[in-house]
């Protein structure tokens, strides 16, 4: 296991001055996000200019893609375009795993089923896996849902932010059963009440997760995911992170 960073640390900065803020906090590993909506890179941008995204993947500052985050506003047809580009992309810069977000509560089971099973063939084909993002408000935030869509998606694995089983409608919730599934993992403090909170201040036991992470031989990147804070330094929190992180590896 490695620590990285999520670009969106940074969501008011470009790509490259979100890269070089990483590089001044002694990261060397980054998730990238590719999202419609306050991403670095929109895929639409990927699909229209795919040798221009990966130019602009490729300055880094001499840190790792590890990730793409990629969250698509489109019709159907535009969808499974901008999400193939997306993967051609990720294979291009050497990346092994993208992130996308479950459907919203309420969708139908199998329509989302059906759905993650044509992106899981369009990854596939350019040797990418797709890790199913935990989240609030999302079919994955029950921990058994998420199980239960993994189990009926061959290949599909699961990017666990474990804040979301804190915070939230099932917070408390036992996850332990999703970790033979992840594929990779976000990280920043919370409590019941708040997603994010200071480090040491929330309820995310990371010594306890790294120990099953390293059960089942999990040997990828522990993301930090921490966004700018209206109390306390962000920077100082980022860094504080990745200490802490690097000391229970």
């Known amino acids: 296991m490695f620590v990285a960073a999520t670009s969106r640390c940074f969501p008011g900065m470009s790509l490259e001055a979100a890269m070089q803020q990483l590089v001044e906090l002694e990261y060397t590993a980054v998730e990238i996000m590719v999202h419609s909506t306050g991403g670095h890179i929109q895929p639409s941008a990927v699909l229209a200019d795919l040798e221009g995204a990966v130019a602009l993947c490729r300055q880094t500052h001499r840190l790792t893609p590890v990730a793409l985050s990629i969250d698509i506003e489109a019709d159907e047809a535009d969808y499974y375009r901008q999400f193939a580009a997306c993967c051609r992309l990720a294979k291009a810069i050497k990346v092994v795993t993208v992130t996308v977000r479950s459907a919203e509560l309420g969708t139908p089971f199998n329509a989302e089923i059906e759905r993650l099973r044509k992106m899981v063939s369009l990854a596939a084909q350019e040797g990418v896996r797709i890790g199913l993002l935990t989240e609030v408000g999302r079919m994955t935030e029950d921990p058994n849902t998420a199980e239960v869509i993994c189990n009926n998606v061959k290949g599909l694995g699961i990017t666990l932010d474990p804040s979301h089983y804190i915070y939230g409608p099932h917070g408390g919730a036992n996850y332990d059963q999703l970790i033979k599934l992840v594929y990779h993992v976000r990280l920043r403090d919370t ?18 997760l790294i120990n099953q992470l390293k059960k089942v031989r999990y040997d990828r990147a522990l993301c930090v995911d921490i966004l700018p804070m209206s109390e306390g330094d962000q920077l100082a929190e980022m860094r504080k992170m990745r200490l802490l992180l690097e000391s229970l590896l």
């Open 191 to 208: 409590t019941k009440h708040e997603l994010q909170v200071r480090i040491g201040q929330g309820d995310v036991e990371y010594g306890r």
